[in-house]
């Protein structure tokens, strides 16, 4: 697998598992002394660049992991595990955890936590070091559920990214800002309905599934975190992902256009984007926001008209 690296437990005993251990709950989960502690044992500071705002609070782990379902037949994959406070929720819950961690130090330490503080589990862990957004794929056995807190700042491409190429996925339960939240279950002809909402809803039906509060997080960030729950379905019928992805694209790059208008780029004129509206059983005079994502893989089905393609070619 290119550009990553990946590890399966139980790894080495760190030097001062004694030290950890003294304060292991019941089932292992980390608090905020404990979180803060590890962090400067590895001297981690958390950076807005990779989005680090680690979850501390056990009893908020212990929701997300009831939230999402998981039995022993389950494989979980988790995106920036970072310290590890979600992994041993997981681990605890999931017959299999696979951790992609883009942070070198976070990714070499987190066998050695779930080692001191679930040992019984440490065997069901695997950690890739990568980038989730380079990620062509992961070691068997593959991944059944997507449970994560997302970085904020790459949070929609990574649960598209994912979905792709991570066929296996039928559920999903990611923490993401409130606002991508709302934004990834929003339903046509909503205010926050957009291109996340359209590409989301071709691979999986979307929902809101609670809000977090900030002050379980260490640092305490500046916006507030919503779950967001997702279930696999088949895309539209014959559809071509990426040619409806286009006209998504473009739609929304002019959302205050009409249809025929914010198309005709795409499409090579007005004229040639109405009529192709028009063979799609589209109203040419509505704006994107208004179509669901069959609507988009059926105009993006119609097959364009040579003459106007060899028109446009004479304009240019």
Known sequence: ??????ITG???EPADAGHYRRGVSGDG???PAEIRGLAARLGITPTKALGQNFLHDPNTIRRIVRTADLGPADVAVEVGPGL???TLGLLAAAGHVTAVEVD????????????DRLPARAGALTVVAADALRLPGVPDPQPTALVANLPYNVAVPVVLHLLEVLPTLRTGLVMVQAEVAERLAARPGSKAYGVPSVKAAWYAGVRRAGSIP??????VPNVDSGLVALTRREPPAGADRAATFAVVDAAFAQRRKTLRAALAGWAGSAAEAERRLRAAGVDPGLRGEALDVTAYARIAAVHPDPAAASTHREEA
């Open 1 to 6: 697998m290119p550009d990553a690296a990946w």
């Open 10 to 12: 139980p790894p080495h």
């Open 29 to 31: 989960l980390l608090g």
């Open 84 to 86: 590890g406070s979600l």
């Open 104 to 115: 070198p130090v976070l990714a070499a330490a987190l066998p050695a936590t779930v080692a």
């Open 214 to 219: 900030r002050a379980v997080f260490w640092p």
